[in-house]
T-cell receptor, first 113, second 114 residues
């Protein structure tokens, strides 16, 4: 099955700086890579996703890059703000896996003013 | 206008008891999921149903039994609760069971087994 590793486990950044979270996956048949944000005590919510036929996707201050050869993908947050503080999860799904999401272990991001 | 709702929000119970968590979605989605989030925040899928049919059944103790009376509801029954069952349980739904669909999570049920 798929295995997703996520680094770092915690990330502290100054407001206005950039944050980068990296994930690697094991199965080259994975074809969809979403990122979820979970604020303290709340539900996970999708913030951005990328399909395996795309190398990069951007949505305002967040972007995701995918390197299929190396089997890794990254989340980039620019101009961080205190409301970006949360746990971020990467995930991967295999083709024909009924939408089964394999999550990384999560990254606690703390943005200090 | 809650999209995915769960009840109860908190559940505190003794070891050995049996309890149920209910989930409902009003998004018209075909597929629903149960996830367990442990104390280290790790999210792991347990089950998935598509149109009332079980399609994902991960390695979970058979004390856990999902039930889907219709495609808008997915309940989770847990028998003989153990200390290690303490976690937050999230229900989620998606339009279909294919890879590219966003999953919408419910607010979670925090289960504490004493």
């Amino acid at each position: 099955g798929e295995n997703v590793e996520q680094h770092p486990s915690t990330l502290s950044v100054q407001e206005g700086d950039s944050a980068v979270i990296k994930c690697t996956y094991s199965d080259s048949a994975s074809n969809y890579f979403p990122w979820y944000k979970q604020e303290l005590g709340k539900r996970p919510q999708l913030i951005i996703d990328i399909r395996s036929n795309v190398g990069e996707k951007k949505d305002q201050r967040i972007a995701v890059t995918l390197n299929k050869t190396a089997k890794h993908f990254s989340l980039h947050i620019t101009e961080t703000q205190p409301e970006d503080s949360a746990v971020y999860f990467c995930a991967a799904t295999l083709r024909d896996s009924w939408g089964k999401l394999q999550f990384g272990a999560g990254t606690q991001v703390v943005v200090t003013p | 206008d809650t999209a995915v709702s769960q009840t109860p929000k908190y559940l505190v119970t003794q070891m050995g008891n049996d309890k149920s968590i209910k989930c409902e979605q009003n998004l018209g989605h075909d597929t629903m999921y149960w996830y367990k989030q442990d104390s280290k925040k790790f999210l792991k899928i347990m089950f998935s149903y598509n149109n009332k049919e079980l399609i994902i059944n991960e390695t979970v103790p058979n004390r856990f039994s999902p039930k889907s009376p219709d495609k808008a509801h997915l309940n989770l029954h847990i028998n003989s609760l153990e200390l290690g069952d303490s976690a937050v349980y999230f229900c989620a739904s998606s339009p279909r069971h294919s890879s590219y669909n966003e999953q919408f999570f419910g607010p979670g049920t925090r289960l504490t087994v004493l």
